[in-house]
């Protein structure tokens, strides 16, 4: 689990404070965008999604903000706390439907929250 | 955990064996997805599955079988394993437009 945060870009933060993690994304066809947190040793764990049609979308204190102008997605951490620490990685996709339906991974960012 | 289970959850074996990993899951779920993840290359699909007996490749599916007899299972084959398919194996579902994954499955080959 932890081999998964080795070469990754890292952001530190201190608890409490607000956490922006960023992604580009490669497709412009692309219409559909999941974040994922990894923790150590545990498979990735669904935390948000937006569609292309939406340029904000908010969950419990996260926040996904997509544009497609420069083709960005960036994660609103607020709050964050020591249990946040973990890596984080957008995914993009065409479509929901059909057997071309696949998915693409950025490769992620780790997060580490001092306490 | 959308009802995956995977298994072995460990395994070390050596160069030339084969080896097998099983994906489980409970919610009759029609595509399932084997991927690989290692440091620098992030999530690679191996091979996935649009029913039983429906499969296709992935990005990386040199040295991969893959079979789904029945809708809950989906089993990953090295056939011959080498050191370089030393890694973490995880098994997705499609659940709505989103995948899900299982907890992985840490695989080392000397």
């Known amino acids: 689990g932890e081999s998964v945060g080795l070469h990754l870009p890292t952001l530190s933060v201190q608890e409490g404070d607000n956490s922006i993690i960023n992604c580009a994304y490669s497709?412009?066809?692309?219409?559909?965008f999941i974040w994922y947190k990894q923790e150590s040793g545990k498979g990735p764990q669904f935390i948000i999604d937006i569609r292309s049609n939406m340029d904000k979308r908010q969950g419990q204190r996260v926040t996904v903000l997509l544009n497609k102008t420069v083709k960005h997605l960036s994660l609103q951490i607020a709050a964050t706390q020591p249990g946040d620490s973990a890596v984080y990685f957008c995914a993009e996709t065409m479509g929901s439907g059909g057997s071309n339906y696949k998915l693409t991974f950025g490769k992620g960012t780790l997060l580490t929250v001092n306490p | 955990d959308a009802g995956i289970t995977q298994s072995p959850r460990h395994k070390v074996t050596e160069t030339g064996t084969p080896v097998t990993l099983r994906c489980h899951q409970t919610?009759?779920?029609?595509?399932m997805y084997w991927y690989r993840q290692d440091p620098g290359h992030g999530l690679r699909l191996i091979h996935y599955?649009?029913?039983?007996?429906?499969?296709d490749k992935g990005e990386v599916s040199d040295g991969y079988s893959v079979s789904r007899s029945k809708t809950e299972d989906f089993l990953l084959t090295l056939e011959s394993a080498t050191s370089s398919q030393t890694s973490v194996y995880f098994c997705a579902i499609k659940g709505g437009e989103t995948q899900y994954f299982g907890p992985g499955t840490r695989l080392l080959v000397l």
């Open positions: 599955s649009y029913g039983v007996k429906d499969t």
């Open positions: 497709n412009s066809a692309s219409d559909y």
């Open positions: 919610e009759n779920h029609r595509y």
